[in-house]
T-cell receptor, first 108, second 116 residues
Framework: RKEVEQDPGPFNVPEGATVAFNCTYS??????FFWYRQDCRKEPKLLMS???SGNEDGRFTAQLNRASQYISLLIRDSKLSDSATYLC?????????FGTGTRLQVFP | NAGVMQNPRHLVRRRGQEARLRCSPM?????VYWYRQLPEEGLKFMVY????????ESGMPKERFSAEFPKEGPSILRIQQVVRGDSAAYFC??????????????FGEGSWLTVV
């Protein structure tokens, strides 16, 4: 079983839609969690950290549920520029563990 | 751009040759990480180094792969006797201290290795 699991998608949504991604992790000792964004043939870039209390950054909201070992990312009012692969990431001691990513395609 | 610098960006090697990938961390960063991304897969941790020390190499294949981060100069990921399965994107990242302890990790643009 992979340590971080995500639905690979793709999610095809129209501009303006709200889309939610989910992720589960298996290592209960994981300490921190993040969402990264990766464009095709580019490096991953940090989108936001994820906290149990939930956190919001503009159109993006992330949530962590430690009891069920579940992480979510909500994107409101999708833009064409949001098209990318979204990587769910857990941190365990000195390393980041990446999910395989969920692909989002926003169409006009 | 004072970000994480990787070179070469693209490298083609024949089976059996050696590949050397270089990474210069961001200024002031003493922690370097190497990740590999196979086609259509997620990033996989390979190795974590500090200057002159390998801290965690639990993700490194047992044979043909080695990494170093000398006192002077960039970190090097070396792959000997490459095989087609080594074709992947290799990302280097750096942080000012150990990743996750409130320290953001920054990725380079990657080195794409193609083995023919």
């Amino acid at each position: 079983r992979k340590e971080v699991e995500q639905d690979p998608g793709p999610f095809n949504v129209p501009e303006g839609a709200t889309v939610a991604f989910n992720c589960t992790y298996s290592n209960s000792a994981s300490q921190s969690f993040f969402w990264y964004r990766q464009d095709c043939r580019k490096e991953p870039k940090l989108l936001m950290s994820v906290y149990s209390s939930g956190n919001e950054d503009g159109r993006f909201t992330a949530q962590l549920n430690r009891a069920s070992q579940y992480i979510s990312l909500l994107i409101r009012d999708s833009k064409l520029s949001d098209s990318a692969t979204y990587l769910c990431v857990s941190q365990n001691t000195d390393k980041l563990i990446f999910g395989t990513g969920t692909r989002l395609q926003v169409f006009p | 751009n004072a970000g994480v610098m990787q070179n070469p960006r693209h490298l083609v090697r024949r089976r059996g040759q050696e590949a050397r990938l270089r990474c210069s961390p961001m200024k002031g960063h003493s922690h370097v990480y190497w990740y590999r991304q196979l086609p259509e897969e997620g990033l996989k941790f390979m190795v974590y180094l500090q200057k002159e020390n390998i801290i965690d190499e639990s993700g490194m294949p047992k044979e043909r792969f080695s990494a170093e981060f000398p006192k002077e100069g960039p970190s090097i990921l070396r792959i000997q006797q490459v095989v087609r399965g080594d074709s992947a994107a290799y990302f280097c990242a750096s942080s000012p201290a150990v990743a996750g302890s409130g320290n953001t990790i920054y990725f380079g643009e990657g080195s794409w290795l193609t083995v023919v």
